[in-house]
């Protein structure tokens, strides 16, 4: 059974950076295409970044400029580096990757990142 997870949430105070990571547990999985999502405390859960199979990326505005998406096919991963961290980025933030040849999407189980001083 695909399992994913999710690695590298922490606390920070505001500025900082966090790197996160996605990928399989267990079996080494290709990741050809995933998007990042988070949710905060009683909204609901949105899309941060994607990146697609060919690489293209996508990011949601209030990210643009200091979030980045990327992935390492080689190690099965998808990265989301999280620069100039601000308090309205707390939230547990979710993989969702498409995995294997017919691209199914599976998601992990998240990670809380909290920003506050």
């Known amino acids: 059974q695909v399992q994913v997870v999710e690695s590298g949430g922490g606390s920070v105070q505001p500025g900082g950076s966090l790197r996160l990571s996605c990928a399989t547990s267990?079996?080494?999985?290709?990741?050809?295409?995933a998007g990042w999502y988070r949710q905060a405390p009683g909204k609901q859960r949105e899309l941060v970044a994607a990146i697609s199979k060919d690489g293209n990326t996508d990011y949601a505005d209030s990210v643009k400029g200091r979030f980045t998406i990327s992935k390492d096919n080689a190690k099965g991963t998808v990265y989301l580096q999280m620069d100039t961290l601000k308090p309205e980025d707390t939230a547990v933030y979710y993989c969702k990757a498409k995995i294997g040849i017919y691209e199914l999407d599976y998601w992990g189980q998240g990670t809380q990142v909290t920003v506050s001083s």
């Open positions: 267990g079996r080494l999985y290709s990741i050809p295409a």
